[in-house]
């Protein structure tokens, strides 16, 4: 069973529609089986439940609500699973984001904080060995100006495993 921490940031219905027809649009892209979100803290096996919540919750109650602005998508090739992923990175609320994960990866999950992997703020369009097909896609889509706006008002500490599960609700 492995942890992780996400937010399933509030979305209007206009860009989550709009995300779903670029799923439609790029059938050959694979999609993360969660729904839009910005991951805090990648999964892990290496920290007990009770810990993680408990933190996250110190760390929370420190930190306001995040309003963000997305008008980029971003290809980004992850050597670890050897794919290529479109990312949604933030204009508005990059620091912000980036401050709050920075937070969360310290105390008890200090020692899990992946110096060698960059912490890029991003909800996750799709993802494809064929790193030239990504970097298409992204010039498809920025070249057709977007913009969404959304708000981080809660992180989820999920069970991943042969289901994943939101275990806890945690409030900024």
Not at 49 to 64: G, K, M, P, R, S
Not at 96 to 103: G, K, N, S, T, V
Request: charged share 20%; net charge negative; aromatic share 12%.
């Amino acid at each position: 069973m492995a942890l992780s921490v996400v937010s399933f940031p509030l979305l209007p219905e206009a860009p989550l529609e709009w995300i779903d027809s670029l799923h439609d649009l790029y059938p050959e892209l694979g999609y993360d089986p969660i729904p839009p979100h910005v991951t805090f803290i990648f999964p892990t096996e290496h920290i007990h439940e009770d810990t993680l919540i408990n933190h996250v919750e110190v760390v929370a109650n420190n930190f306001a609500l995040i309003p963000f602005t997305v008008r980029y998508a971003m290809p980004v090739w992850d050597a670890i699973s050897e794919r290529g992923y479109i990312f949604f990175t933030p204009d508005e609320g990059f620091s912000d984001i980036c401050l709050l994960h920075d937070a969360l990866y310290s105390g008890p999950l200090n020692p899990l904080l992946r110096l060698d992997v960059p912490y890029i703020p991003h909800i996750t369009l799709g993802f494809i060995e064929d790193m030239n097909y990504v970097k298409r896609v992204c010039d498809d889509i920025n070249n057709n100006a977007f913009e969404f706006e959304g708000m981080i008002q809660k992180l989820d500490v999920l069970y991943i495993g042969d289901r994943i599960e939101t275990i806890a609700s945690i409030q900024l």
